[in-house]
């Protein structure tokens, strides 16, 4: 059973997403968990508070796995197919929290702005230099390591997007496809 | 010399990408221009019309650039490349408008809305059936072309983002590249 916390984070982030974090009203959120407005502030301060908590729990996961993925002891492309994996799971599991991550940080206050965009340029960096290790181990053709980066982040960024229309897909199998578009290349 | 009225689409482009349809005025457009807000009515009738000229242009670009290619004599990758040069040539000559044509055709009035999304769909259905052609001729591995398309398009959506940053890259290198990291693989 879910706290009624949980449920507002959870009912926030569909609305959120449907309808941005502007067009989402403290309302809208009490019909969507069953409950008068007034008591979502048992629970909650205010909707800043709320796309704060959906935003850096989501960010927290990315960037714990990319640590994870980062110091650990496999090769650069083993490191890269970790990292497919990550983006795979998150948009499985955290499918509308993970859709905002990418459209909705804008309207965080000011400080907590800046706090976000630092966790994603380091986020980026850390993936590119994977990239680069890729290039220079010989993994990886001579590429553009910015347009490879590119390449792969915005198709993960769109996994979400893509995945809430076609859920019979297995994860397992998303995770495979998506290395072979990916990395390995489609062309036979 | 630009016309008054070209000036007023490329200076709407570049302030709807930056603050959206939503958070430009047609007073900010006038400023941008250089004229009184009165006298923009002269040259366009609403803030929606620039909204609906801008895309539609865009989206025909893409559209007879589509039909080109598609009833081409060309091979199926061919065509692939064509279209990947297609979606680079135009990130790199309409920036702004293209930058817009992701997020911004919500705001379009509902037949327009509609017709708007049916380009789109058609485009992306012409787009999927190359694909389909490139694995049935044996040109691609046995992937999901579903999976293909999304990766492919995703990647190409977000160029128009990543090449306003980038700009000292020519649009021959940029579509090498895009067809490499898209098409051929990075693995070695």
């Known amino acids: 059973m ?3 916390k949980e449920q507002i984070f959870e009912v926030s982030a569909r609305l959120f ?3 941005g974090y502007v067009g989402t ?3 809208d959120i009490a019909k ?6 007034a008591s979502l502030y048992n629970h909650i301060k205010s909707k800043q508070e709320i796309l704060h908590e959906l935003l850096f729990d989501v960010a927290g996961r990315f960037t714990t796995g990319m640590d994870e993925i980062s110091d650990s002891s496999l090769n650069p492309l083993q490191k890269l197919e970790k990292l497919i994996s990550l983006h ?3 948009a499985v599991e955290h499918t509308d929290a993970v859709s905002i991550i990418i459209g909705e940080w804008v309207h965080l206050e000011e400080a907590a702005k800046n706090e976000y965009t630092g966790l994603r340029d380091t986020y980026e960096e850390k993936f590119k230099a994977i990239i680069q290790d890729c290039i220079s181990e010989g993994h990886f053709k001579q590429v553009n390591p910015e347009i490879a980066l590119f390449s792969i982040l915005s198709t993960l960024r769109w996994l979400y997007s893509w995945y809430s229309r076609n859920r019979e897909i297995s994860s397992v199998e998303l995770e495979k496809q998506m290395i072979e578009c990916l990395l390995v290349g489609l062309k036979k």
Do not use: N, Q, W
């Not at 969507?32 to 407005?37: F, S, T």
């Open 17 to 19: 997403r449907k309808r």
């Open 32 to 37: 969507g968990v069953g409950v008068e407005a």
């Open 88 to 90: 795979v799971r998150l």
């Open 25 to 27: 009203s403290m309302r």
């Open 2 to 4: 879910k706290s009624k």
